[in-house]
């Protein structure tokens, strides 16, 4: 193992994998050495003592993500490492951040809620008494009054923050340097001299020279913009420059006259909180609903359409609202892209336009083909390239799960082709169960055999590709587990797995959007189903040898670890029965192999669940595990949101990282269940509230296509 030195000056965060010589998650390194492993060697910054690095440590490359000097001296000053990984999961609004200069306007969270304010220093914080020291770098900001100045109050100390409490970079294109808007008018801004603190190099300055050329034009448009409005409708995606000089962004979900006013003016559903705004309300009278301090109510003529989904063009011209925003053109590659690696799963696959854009009642299809083919290594290989006796419908799919893969991006025509190839007229306007289109798609698409084997208590063979759980409510808990109900469904109907499966799809108790049996289900990131598989060597639940019996009646039995299976050695079968309140269960005897020890350990046969499929109203959005890392989740919503009217526009799919959801399960199953909805994350209880289905793989057993089809 010999080190390859010579390198550059090279930085690096770990983003997964548990603590290792030195190096834990969020933790900032510089390369020293790489390995022909594949590991990196490297001193340890901690951030709280100067940047002063520790003793090195060694990490596997594929568990760190690459920084330049300056995106790692910001990270550095963020505290703790976790927030570093969360500002990394906005990869858009770090990339603004990294690029930030003197008098760039920012959002930046504060005691007293979310502030506008002007960047006035880039600070470098700390001492360099090595050359391996590394200085932190935070920001100073300068608050802006709501009365368009800055403040009057006498020279203070301007408040330090980090990169991680700046929330929005206002575009330099939208707010014209020196100027704001005021009754429809445009002034100029008072303001302060400024000189920097620190003798610092003007990062971006390059960039921000291109952007305030930029910024003339705009100025230009702006002033002429009275004159030359755009029409809006609701459902209109729109930017507003506020009296402050601060972008907000929004949809419009009202237009009209209000009360008091008699021109016409947008109510306009925000993207995020402010503060003084409102849930729909304007004087006393209801617009529309939406949650507290995302309500803005403007004169139409302040708004304009949301620069960021604008096509360019010359002149900077509107986008209609029946254009789909440009994407890159997609060039099919003779090679078929792998599951996209949990490195690169953030910044391919994170944001607006992202995954894959939902049209026309496609969201059971669009939650699920993301849920399968985005992350899942077990289905890797059953999308390969096809042979020239391939059907079509098959070169389309795998043209989809490319482009997913390599672009982060798939527009609703390519997805409206493969919904036509189908054959069938409901898939291509209707809305269907995700448990139909998979059974069409491994069925009929992939020509795979049932990826379950189920065998029941007349010794009949059947085959299925989800599995429906059924059981009466009062068999569990309030909030079950989806090992708890998966458990209690194949007791009571008596199923055992023939055969370990690849892939299991566990359907959840309810019918769409109309019926849930559960208001609530529980995760499990692991399924052991060990004691489900038939004729397999079970162990005894209390000492636990050689298991001869199993009690179904047991099952809910609140002494013995409600929801658990219960199966027992021939002793305990019959110390446990001997109890007044289970003389009546009714054992059912197991086949015990012969030559089977009774003390021999049994193996555990267990799967990894890697995507979740939920339903609300009838729209269907998934969640998905792209990596080994518990805080790797992503959520895909196809239809997030939507510009233009339903004939006329388009919707917006979006991708959001989603790391609560793996700190929540990673609590002890005794805490999940005492856990109340209604007090976690948006995500989680969304999650928690509207599962559909459960989605497990076994990597040691990947799927794999019939021989015919692959060339």
Known sequence: M??????????????????????????????????????????????????????????????????????????LFVSPASKRLELLCNPQLFSAICELTQDDLVVVKHKKGHMPGLVRNLMLIGRKENKEDLHMLGFEVEFVDYDHNLSSKKPAPLPLFSAADIIQVVPSHSVPLGLHWKDGKCESLNRKAVTRINSMPNIGSHARQARESHTEQSVIQSQSSSTCHVPLEVGSMVEVVSNSGITVYGVVRWLGVPGGKTDEWAGIELDYDVNGC?????????????????????????????????????GREAPKPTDTPSVTPFEDSEEDAPPVPE????????????????????????????????????????????????????????????????????????????????????????????????????????????????????????????????????????????????????????????????????????????????????????????????????????????????????????????GRIKQYCAMCNTQVHTHPSRQGHSPKALAV???????????????????????????????????PDPRSWLFFDSMADRCGDDQRGYNIPEIRACPELGDFLSQPE??????????????????????????????????????????
């Open 593 to 627: 192999a012969e030559n089977e020890a009774s003390d021999t350990p049994v193996q555990r046969h267990t799967m990894q669940l890697f995507a979740v499929l939920c339903i609300q109203t009838s729209h269907y959005v998934s969640f998905v595990k792209y990596g």
């Open 670 to 711: 005794e805490e999940l269940a005492r856990a109340n909805p209604s007090q976690t994350p948006e995500l989680v209880c969304r999650l928690l509230c509207d599962s559909y289905m459960f989605l497990y793989q076994n990597p040691a057993k990947p799927l794999s296509v019939p021989n015919h089809q692959v060339s």
């Open 2 to 75: 010999e080190p390859q030195t010579g390198l550059k000056e090279k930085f690096f965060i770990v983003i997964r994998g548990k603590s290792r010589k030195g190096f834990c998650r969020g933790c900032i390194g510089r390369v020293e050495a790489e390995t022909q492993r594949g590991e990196v060697m490297g001193l340890l910054y901690c951030g709280n003592n100067a940047g002063s690095p520790k003793s090195g440590g060694i990490v596997r490359r594929e568990d760190t993500y690459p920084l330049t000097r300056h995106q790692a001296q910001l990270l």
């Open 278 to 314: 409102s849930d729909g309300v304007y004087g006393s009278q209801r617009y529309f609903t939406c949650k507290g301090n995302r309500a803005l109510f403007v004169p139409v003529t302040k708004c304009s359409p949301d620069s960021r989904f604008v096509c360019s063009s010359t």
């Open 343 to 562: 490195s690169d799963a953030v910044s391919l696959l994170v944001g607006r336009m992202k995954g894959i854009q939902g049209h026309i009642n496609s969201c059971y299809l669009d939650a699920t083909l993301f849920s399968l083919f985005s992350s899942s290594m077990t289905l890797d290989n059953i999308c390969q390239k096809p042979a020239d006796t391939e059907q079509p419908i098959t070169c389309t799919l795998r043209r989809i799960v490319n482009r997913l893969r390599r672009q982060g991006f798939v527009p609703a025509k390519s997805v409206m082709n493969f919904r036509e190839q189908l054959g069938c007229d409901t898939f291509r306007t209707e809305e269907k169960d995700p448990e139909e289109f998979i059974t069409v798609l491994f069925q009929k698409v992939l020509c795979m055999e049932p990826l379950l084997k189920l065998k029941s208590r007349n010794e009949t063979s059947q085959g299925a590709y989800t599995f429906q759980v059924f059981l009466e409510k009062e068999q569990v808990g309030p909030m079950p587990t989806v090992q708890q109900l998966l458990d209690t469904s194949c007791l009571s109907g008596d199923l055992k797995f023939e055969e370990m499966p690849s892939c299991l799809m566990v359907q959840m108790p309810r019918f769409g959007n109309k019926y849930k049996m559960f208001s609530h289900i529980i995760p499990s990131t692991e399924l052991d189903i060990t004691d489900l598989l038939y004729n397999s060597p079970r162990e005894c639940f209390i000492c636990g040898h050689s298991a001869a019996h199993e009690c179904l009646q047991c099952l809910s039995d609140r002494k013995l670890q409600p």
